[in-house]
């Protein structure tokens, strides 16, 4: 399957590194200080190969999106077709294919409820997008006070303004930024793990939230199951029916934001499956395409999109230029066919099975605070924040690629990654967790 990528040529100069120190910025860095990066000439199957020729098994699917690996010879020759037919064309007054099949995806894969699609570029701009839903739904009821949002502790949300209001407001830091973003509600994370049960006790804050505010509040909005760049916290699935009840009886709108969390990270298509909730508004991206091309959707009912549609101005005010780009489409549109075409439950089941077992050695150490797995997502919280640079390198020396944050070494394979391959990863974590103290 992979064959195609070997004939690949690699540059024949080596990659320009100090022009990249001197010039460009990476995510949360500083560029007159930078950390090391890593030149990488290439990437296939789950291997990241670096210009010096060491080959990396790759633990974090580029944050949660390349869910079959790289290179893969079925998603190169969907772009491949769809760049020879066209790449982009404008989505105000047309339409193509490659729109319209993802969009009958992913309607028939999200709750029945959920008929409406708006396309945009990213994640964070898909929440952008769920928000703005959220207020104008409200506006064209005349209801112009609910234009706020209640969110829990702990969320991420993404980077831009609106998305920025909701993360989390200590390591979102949002104290630096006063008076530029709107103050939203924040109520306190939800307490019951994953597997423990989820009483109205878990919920008794966010409940006087919406008593005291709901004819402020929009919406709230949630990562279904899973608070991901925001801690990595794996909470009750019941909380989610509750909550569901909770907005119902208080008139506020519901939002999940599946993009770290949908097309089967953790063992279902969607996080909301494993409380059969379905929200108002979700939002998709990071696996959508699979890791190609960055596209994200947000996925709106019947009742949101026809209460827009009846106020003033009687549309929905957004619509980015590079809406609904057709190679995106296409390329997610063939990746939900791949994830459909085989057992992925059962690969999913499996990481988490090796993940599991792997990272076991890790819960007696003393550095370690906590190990959780949830589907093919593995997570060791550590006392203290690690330094990223140094443990990099390490895990970087043991053929392994694994970004930690703050105090989270978590893992989050490709979802093809073979038990052998799962086990370095898990050793070498476990091996670079040891030498902390
Ligand atoms: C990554 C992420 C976002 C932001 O997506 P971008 O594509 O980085 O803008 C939003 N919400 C969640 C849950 C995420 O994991």
């Not at 090391?36 to 790759?58: C, K, Q």
């Not at 459909?340 to 890790?362: F, I, N, P």
């Not at 550095?367 to 589907?375: M, N, T």
């Amino acid at each position: 399957m992979f064959t195609q990528s070997n004939a690949m040529p690699v540059p024949s100069h080596s990659i320009d590194l100090d022009f990249d120190r001197c010039h460009l910025w990476h995510p949360y860095t500083s560029v007159t200080n930078p950390l090391p990066v890593y030149p990488v000439s290439r990437a296939y199957d789950v291997f990241l190969e670096l210009e010096d020729g060491r080959r990396l098994i790759d633990g974090m699917s580029s944050w949660w999106a390349a869910i079959h690996g790289y290179n893969h010879s079925v998603l190169n020759e969907a772009i491949v077709s769809q760049m020879q037919r066209m790449s982009h064309v404008m989505f105000g007054g047309l339409t193509h294919d490659p729109a319209v099949e993802l969009a009958k995806q992913l309607v028939a894969l999200t709750p029945q409820s959920l008929q409406k699609v708006f396309f945009s570029d990213s994640g964070s701009v898909s929440v952008e997008v769920a928000i703005k839903m959220a207020i104008q739904y409200w506006a064209s009821l005349g209801i112009i006070s609910k234009n706020r949002l209640l969110t829990v502790r702990s969320g991420y949300h993404g980077d831009t303004f609106g998305a920025m209001s909701v993360c989390d407001p200590v390591t979102g830091m949002h104290s630096l930024f006063k008076g530029a973003i709107q103050e939203q509600f924040f109520a306190e994370a939800p307490a019951c793990r994953f597997d423990e049960p989820c009483t109205d006790s878990d919920l008794a804050d966010i409940h006087v939230m919406l008593e005291r505010h709901h004819m402020e509040i929009a919406a709230v909005i949630i990562e279904p199951v899973v608070q991901g760049a925001g801690g990595m916290r794996f909470y009750a699935p019941h909380y989610l029916v509750k909550l569901r009840e909770l907005c119902d009886s208080f008139g506020v709108l519901l939002i999940f934001d599946e993009i770290a969390t949908g097309f089967g990270r953790t063992g279902r298509m969607f996080a909301l499956e494993h409380a059969a909730v379905a929200p108002d508004i979700l939002c998709a991206g990071k696996a959508l395409t699979g890791g190609y091309m960055t596209l994200a959707a947000t996925l709106a009912t019947e009742r949101v999109a026809e209460t827009i549609c009846s106020g003033n101005p009687g549309v929905f005010m957004h619509g980015p230029t590079f809406m609904a780009n057709p190679l995106a489409c296409a390329v997610a549109s063939a990746s939900i066919t791949l994830l459909e075409s085989y057992d992925w439950k059962a690969s999913v089941l499996r990481l988490e099975t090796g993940l599991l077992s792997g990272l076991e050695s890790c819960r007696e150490m003393r550095s370690v605070k906590d190990v959780r797995v949830l589907g093919a997502i593995g997570v060791v919280e550590l006392h203290s924040p690690v330094d990223m640079a140094l443990v990099q390198k390490q895990l970087v020396d043991k053929g392994v690629w694994v970004r930690p944050f703050g105090r989270l070494v978590y893992l989050m394979p490709p979802f093809i990654m073979h038990d052998e391959e799962l086990g370095i990863l898990t050793a070498a974590v476990c091996d670079v967790v040891k030498t902390m103290c």
